[in-house]
């Protein structure tokens, strides 16, 4: 290699579902699954109402498992307005929805102590951008499977040496430790692109049958909810795979010796294809013999590795398994490895053999059509298309979250709306008071501003309007009030003003409260001399 480095555009489809822990999770109170979908939403942007913020405050209060329970339950109540403030949207399995409606908020059991234990219902999420929830392979994990396929290539089935530690086996394969080890000059990229998430369950199974009294027992183990990278996704990531060249001199303590350098995609890919297909195969025959996946998917993927075995073999294309449940195998070198088996009377044991494998179904208590976790197909993103790859790719269903969008969108806009009335509500409430108060000003102001007759004539104005229903007679008490300040009026001295509002509120409401048709006439005569016209 006469170039500083050399570097490999790659391409990247899964073939099977992938989860790469991240020390996250999907929790009850940042997310809810409706139809089919989980919507991650983020609580501090919700528009809450006032009953809603009064109601967050009594679930949130108290402790211990009734103020957990009470939180899941206030979310779930509100799934509309946590809805409209989703995030990020991911597929789920079917099993996992009815968990979800059958559990949330709800006691799982109680211990014989009287101790309630509660539904938890987190689902682990697999590594994603921060920003926007798209999930990755990080070029660290890649990295790693490649490493640990080059390793068992060098060490090409030896057992180690009496008491060699694994990281001296591995300095010894490789040639030296941090500043020798020939990985220090290939880097990995983390993924790009667009991939589909789905939540599944993570089971474990005993990879062979165990047998009581005649009969087969399941020999499930726990059952996890995990957001795995779906498989079928043709070519939907992108890598980019250096090797670094090491130009000029350097000293041989400091750099990787040259005959142990890695320099070209398709020798590493060899080492690759080599650990990885005989985990895959080994893995397809037991599924077979187990019955845990179904015929076509079998068929499949035999097909596919017949077709891929040129290349394969030359280095082409490179099978990885990468992320949490590629199985002990996967991770560790043939002839010495030792996997730690814990249960049974014995104790722990050492074998070269896990007894179980981890994967990925769409129940909790699924028998069949499961899938193994963690391989994935990597090519040059140049290299010609596999048609039996991407015949299946286009085969799978994609997820229908336009639906799941489409509610979002109805959903924001009938909140926007009764947000905006209840705006308008209150805007208008406000004018009212602000009316009222600017009356109450105004009328106090009028009240100051008045003569202490002005002030009688403001009285009976009051009273009169006041006053609903049938007129009032002559004999009540408003027509003996109005006529006690007519007499007032005219027989001490009143200002003209004074005397002329007293005749106008008696024409007007006057006439209109009290029956005047036995007095029309004096009353009559009464509004003119107040006006001064008698």
């Known amino acids: 290699m006469s170039r500083l480095f050399d570097s490999v555009d790659l391409a990247l ?9 991240c020390g996250e999770d999907f929790e009850p109170t940042n997310y809810v699954i409706e139809d089919g979908v989980l919507h991650y939403f983020d609580a501090a942007s919700a528009r809450l109402s006032p009953e809603d913020r009064r109601a967050l405050a009594q679930a949130i209060g108290g402790e211990g498992t009734q103020a957990l329970l009470r939180l899941q339950r206030y979310f779930f109540e509100r799934r509309d307005t946590m809805i409209a403030a989703t995030k990020h949207l991911v597929d789920v399995a079917p099993g996992v929805a009815e968990e979800y409606r059958q559990r949330i908020g709800k006691v799982a059991q109680k211990e014989n102590s009287g101790r309630k234990i509660i539904n938890v219902l987190e689902i682990e999420r697999t590594a994603h951008h921060p920003h926007d929830g798209t999930a990755y392979i990080p070029g660290s994990s890649l990295k790693g499977a490649m490493r640990t396929a ?3 290539h060098l060490n090409r089935g030896r057992p180690r040496r009496d008491d060699e530690k694994a990281l001296a086996l591995e300095q010894r394969l490789l040639g030296g ?6 990985f220090r000059m290939v880097k990995v990229a983390d993924t790009t692109g667009k991939a589909i998430t789905r939540v599944v369950f993570s089971t474990n199974h005993k990879k062979r049958p165990v047998f009581k009294d005649g009969r087969e ?4 183990g726990p059952a996890v909810r995990r957001e795995a990278i779906a498989p079928g996704q043709y070519r939907a990531l992108r890598s980019e795979l250096r090797f670094d060249g090491l130009q000029g001199p350097a000293p041989s303590d400091a750099t990787p010796a040259r005959d142990k350098r890695i320099l070209r995609f398709d020798v590493l890919a060899q080492a690759c294809n080599s650990f990885y297909l005989q985990r895959l195969t080994a893995e397809l025959g037991i599924l077979e013999n187990r019955r845990f996946v179904s015929d076509d998917w079998l068929r499949w993927v035999r097909r596919l590795i017949d077709e891929l075995s040129g290349a394969f073999q030359a280095g082409q294309v490179m099978l990885l398994r990468v992320g949490r449940h590629s199985g002990a195998e996967s991770v560790t070198l043939e002839g010495v490895r030792s996997i730690r088996i814990m249960g049974g009377r014995g104790g722990p044991t050492d074998a070269a053999q896990s007894t179980t494998l981890w994967l990925a179904a769409e129940r909790q208590d699924a028998r069949s059509d499961m899938q ?5 197909l990597v090519e040059p993103a140049g290299a ?4 039996t790859l991407k015949q299946w790719c286009e085969q799978q269903p994609p997820p229908d979250l336009g639906r799941a969008r489409a509610r979002i969108e109805a959903v924001r806009n009938r909140l926007r709306a009764e947000a905006l009335a209840a705006e308008q509500r209150e805007a208008e409430q406000r004018a009212t008071e602000e009316a009222k108060r600017k009356a109450a000003e105004d009328q106090a102001a009028r009240w100051e501003a008045m003569t202490e007759q002005g002030r009688r004539v403001e009285q009976l104005r009051q009273r009169l309007e006041a006053h609903i229903g049938r007129k009032q007679p002559v004999s009540g008490i408003l027509y003996a009030e109005t006529q006690k300040l007519i007499k007032a009026a005219l027989e001490t001295e009143w200002g003209a003003e004074d005397r002329r509002t007293l005749a106008d509120l008696i024409a007007g409401a006057g006439f209109a409260k009290i029956d005047f048709q036995s007095r029309t006439n004096e009353i009559k005569l009464a509004i003119k001399k107040l006006r001064g016209e008698a």
């Open 150 to 152: 080059w390793l068992d």
């Open 372 to 376: 193994p976790f963690g391989f994935v």
């Open 177 to 182: 430790a941090f500043h020798t080890d020939p």
């Open 13 to 21: 489809t899964p073939l099977t579902p992938i989860h790469i822990g």
């Open 217 to 220: 027992l399941t020999g499930r």
């Open 384 to 387: 010609p298309q596999c048609s």
